[in-house]
């Protein structure tokens, strides 16, 4: 009997201590997970904060080319160190990551229409002509291009995007087929004219006639977002804000060109688009710095831009810093002005917007 209950109590304490093993075992094997998972997450936050870092480090490597840039050169142009991806490249290249790398793209936004200035300022209530001639010929390329839009009404939209931005809704639409507050408070959802200048491009999908094929993509051509800019505000003398909405022919999109020209002749676009960029051994051999010089293309020796919507020389850029670190991508998106610091008379480039993705 002895014998039997000294059994029992060793299988008792065998149990216990396979029990407490067993629990010692999930236990240690709980805490691994949370560490594991602990150092998992300190790493990527650190690699987040790694990839901010080098992100924001390209952002000022542009800006930094941006102002050489502007120290060297009085116009700017596609043949410039800023708009080539190769130079680009090469110059970070000198300056390597030790696990990752970024890359830089700089474009001109004012290489574009520039929404705003199809008012004139500072009153903001009347047309610019010169700009509404412009948007006139790009809406119909748009158009054109596409068969599913052909019912469009080029009219509609600019008379609609005038009534959006034109100070003072007195519900007096524009033309026939404006469109003011009253308009957009019977959408579901409803919303009401901004009557001011556009802030984001996106509000132009807001625009009565503006559909999201319009917008976006027609037929794979190009919608009118990739063309257009909410930027371009100058300061006047007496401390009030205007759009000049002159648009730099030496970075214009062929779109643009097309637009600009006031035949709106694609044929005679691409050949200011081909001669922009004509090189031989590998040096370009067109000088851009007139704004006649569209002049010396053939073709167009008796053609005139209108000069209240040309020009050769930009400040405001658009700077896209791509980071990659560890299989894991940020991008940076961010618009900056050039501009020339009164006191010291040195070039800064301020940003204007930022976007990290």
Known sequence: MPDKILRNHRGIALLVTVTIITILIAVALEMNRKTRSVVFSAAASRDRITLSHMASSGID??????????????????????????????LLQDMPFEDGDIKLTITDELGKIQINSLVTYPDGHIFNESQRDMWHRFLHLVISQNESLEDLEPDMIINSVKDWIDSGDDEAITGLNGAESDYYQELDPPYVCRNGPFIHIGELAL???????????????????RYMTVFGASETSNNKFTYEGKININTADLPVLVAMLPSGNPELAQAIYDYRLETSDSEYIHNLSSTTWYKQVPGLSDVEIDPKIITTTSDIFRIESFATLHDIKMKITAMVKREQNKKTGKWECSVLSWKTE
């Open 61 to 90: 490597i542009a800006k930094a080319i941006l102002i050489k840039d502007r120290n060297h050169s009085d116009f700017d142009s596609l043949q410039e160190d800023w708009a080539d991806s190769k130079e680009i490249s090469e």
């Open 207 to 225: 625009i009565k006639g503006i559909t999201t094929e319009y917008w976006q993509l027609a037929g794979g051509v190009s919608g009118i977002s």
